[in-house]
């Protein structure tokens, strides 16, 4: 008799940057829009309120800068290291985060909505209010990091990884999700939007930890 074998489904794995940067020159000035930022090194710079729409950094690495309310609107990161950056009301709306590592990050309310991140690994540190929303992810790793309420309405999320996380009060509402992998989220709270899970990997604990919410987007009542 023949027998059937069941399919084992697997989650395509997230692509990582592979960063090389070449030797830095120290940059000590400020930030302009359209400004054009090639192998700088720029270190403890407070860059809060600065106006720099459109700028471009190439192997760029910017470390322990203050981006409090820095408009980089349409800005573009290209294979650069952003390390113990700090800002609150950062704006990113629509910019370009392509080969990028952001390494022990500390933000508040940063706006990247619109934005697209390709082959981008977020590490440790904390956002609060991550507003993700109409974004495009593609091959993004959060590794070791705290996101509090992060929304991601809208976005599109392809081959992204949640590892040693804390992923708390999540909004996913109207999201499309392919090859999300959300196994490694220590704490996983979705606040909205979990209907939009198709797409998503969890596990075992993680779905009965979600009973709760999927029986309400059902409209079960759970009675002893």
Same mark, same amino acid.
Request: net charge negative; proline share 0%; hydrophobic share 40%.
């Given at each position: 008799m023949a027998t059937t074998r069941k399919k084992k489904t697997t989650v395509a794995a997230a692509r990582r940057p592979d960063l090389r940067l070449p030797p830095l020159e120290p940059y000590g000035g400020g930030l302009e829009p359209d400004g054009d930022y090639d192998g700088l090194e720029l =270190? #403890?710079?407070?860059?809060s309120g600065q *106006?720099? !729409? #459109?700028a471009r950094f190439l192997d760029c690495a910017l470390r322990e800068c203050g981006l409090d309310e820095a408009r980089l609107t349409g800005a573009r990161f290209l294979d650069s290291v952003l390390t113990g950056v700090r800002g609150v009301g950062t704006v990113l709306a629509g910019a370009q985060l392509r080969d990028v590592e952001l390494v022990d990050a500390r933000l508040g309310g940063t706006q990247l909505h619109g934005a697209v991140l390709e082959r981008v690994v977020v590490r440790g540190g904390k956002s609060d209010y991550l507003n993700l929303r109409s974004a495009k992810l593609k091959d993004v790793v959060f590794e070791g990091c705290v996101l509090s309420e992060p929304d991601f309405g809208g976005a599109v999320l392809e081959r992204v990884e949640f590892v040693d996380c804390v992923l708390t009060g999540v909004d996913f509402g109207g999201a499309r999700l392919k090859d999300v992998d959300l196994r490694g989220v220590q704490r996983l !709270? +979705?606040?909205r939007g979990v209907e939009s899970l198709a797409g998503a990997v +969890? *596990? =075992?604990a993680q779905l009965l930890d979600l009973a709760p919410v999927l029986a309400a987007q059902l409209g079960v009542r759970v009675e002893e």
């Open positions: =270190t #403890g710079l407070d860059l *106006s720099a !729409e #459109g !709270e +979705i606040a +969890i *596990s =075992t």
